[in-house]
């Protein structure tokens, strides 16, 4: 809008100053030509009466004629008798009919009145050429015109700076116009925008316009028919998870029984028993991962934060959870017990144990292992990766990776629910930072999960 605004403007300034400059021109220079020629004739009457009266004393005669300032005359006597074609200049050191437009002079003295422009000294003239055949003479005065071109010069200079003026003030004019028609647009997008970031009760705000009205209902209509379709699903699954809780405990249980007396059943018997506690430890897996997924959606659990140092978190929770024959590398300084060190954050040790377990099962149960986790520290924004040598993750399914549910080609006929890097995501979206995934230089692949350095300690 502000191009076509500007454009638009543009031409049309062009256009009327391109019209406007040439017709003042037009104007002043007939204006010119004509006081000229009229001055042209009258001094060339008074050349006749000169001529008449003495024309034996014409180069005296002609200094007698007024002319403008800066201009010049020259008389031109046709061949008498004993005397040849005479020209007479007014100021001959500086201006003869030598300077005269050569196409001027011819026209003049084929008896013939003519007026012609050229230039002298640089400067722009107009010359008129009068032809007095009753006595046999022609007389030239040239006029300078530069008094016009200043002006037209002026006219010009001021018609850009008028284009240039007009073209700027359209350029305003249709971006304020373009950020008031894209404004109540914008919203709509903000809007959307928190809605797909999980503020479900983002409404649109009333408007006075009935067309934009409109457009406000049908929004907030459809996005309250989203909010209520989320929340019914998001309840559903969170009544489902704990209703299937119950029934999973006591399956557990009873699996237990059977697990204990596992010798006294047939080897066929025994591989069923062993298959049936994999199910269901895959079962409960899956409860606990839903219930956890219904309490991230509902925003049920707070951040807690405080200080912790995040070297000594990491390798606390590998330890922890039977990962601590993995190489641990860290570029980030620790503390000393009295110093802080680099690694000291304000952060919720509970999400960042969440999601380094899940990364370590994760590669535990779909490629073999991780091989090493390390740390680094880029620009106040922490890094924790975790490698691995299995088979990788294929460049077209990175993207989908974390949906829920989601499985690579190569962990199709692995155990675990599918909800794990699903909840990756989750935490690290509530720490406002990103989990991604890549090929390791090593082999395999590598998981980063990003986030900011929330509050160093000083």
Do not use: W
Request: net charge negative; with cysteine; hydrophobic share 40%.
């Amino acid at each position: 809008m502000v191009l076509f605004f500007g454009l638009a403007a543009f031409a049309a300034a062009v256009a009327l100053s391109i019209v406007t400059f040439a017709s003042t021109r037009s104007y002043l220079l007939g204006q010119r030509s004509e006081v000229a020629q009229r001055q042209a004739f009258n001094n060339a009457q008074l050349m006749r009466s000169f001529v008449e009266t003495d024309g034996t004393n014409v180069a005296e005669l002609i200094t007698q004629i007024r002319t403008e300032q800066d201009g010049f005359a020259v008389v031109q006597i046709d061949a008498r008798p004993g005397k040849g074609e005479l020209y007479y200049a007014q100021d001959p050191l500086r201006f003869t009919q030598s300077n005269l437009p050569p196409e001027l002079l011819s026209e003049t003295l084929n008896n013939r009145t003519g007026r012609q422009r050229f230039v002298f000294e640089g400067k722009p003239y107009e010359a008129i050429g009068v032809a007095v055949p009753s006595i046999g003479i022609h007389y030239f005065e040239a006029f300078p015109v530069s008094d016009v071109e200043n002006t037209l010069r002026t006219i010009q200079i001021t018609l850009i700076i008028g284009v240039v003026l007009i073209t700027g003030a359209a350029g305003v004019l249709g971006f304020s116009m373009s950020q008031n028609v894209l404004r109540p647009l914008t919203r709509v997008a903000l809007a959307a925008n928190k809605i797909a970031t999980g503020g479900l009760d983002t409404r649109l705000d009333h408007e006075d316009d009935a067309d934009l009205q409109q457009l406000v209902t049908s929004f907030n209509e459809m996005a309250n028919a989203v909010q209520e379709r989320i929340e019914r699903e998001q309840r559903f699954a969170s009544d489902v998870s704990h209703e299937l809780r119950s029934p999973v405990t006591a399956l557990a249980a009873a699996s237990e029984v059977l697990i204990a007396r596992r010798s006294e059943f047939s080897e066929r018997n025994q591989q069923a028993i062993d298959i049936m506690k994999k199910q269901i430890e895959r079962f409960d897996r899956t409860v606990l991962d839903l219930l956890e997924l219904s309490r991230l959606d509902a925003q049920a659990e707070e951040s807690e934060n405080e200080i912790v140092r995040l070297n000594d978190l990491i390798v606390r929770i590998m330890n922890r959870y039977g990962f601590g024959n993995i190489e641990y590398r860290s570029s980030v300084a620790s503390s000393d017990g009295e110093t802080a060190g680099e690694d000291e954050c304000l952060l919720d040790r509970r999400r960042i144990e969440r999601v380094l377990v899940n990364l370590l099962e994760n590669a535990r149960d779909h490629a073999g292992g991780a091989n090493r986790v390390s740390l680094v520290l880029n620009n106040e924004t922490f890094v924790i990766s975790v490698h691995d040598s299995g088979p990788g993750i294929a460049a077209s399914e990175r993207n989908n990776i974390f949906n829920r549910f989601a499985r690579g080609t190569a962990s199709r006929n692995s155990t675990g629910s599918g909800l794990g890097l699903a909840i990756v995501q989750e935490h690290a979206r509530a720490m406002n930072g990103a989990v991604t995934v890549d090929s390791s230089p090593e082999g395999g692949a590598v998981f980063s999960f990003t986030f900011p350095k929330i509050g160093p300690v000083s």
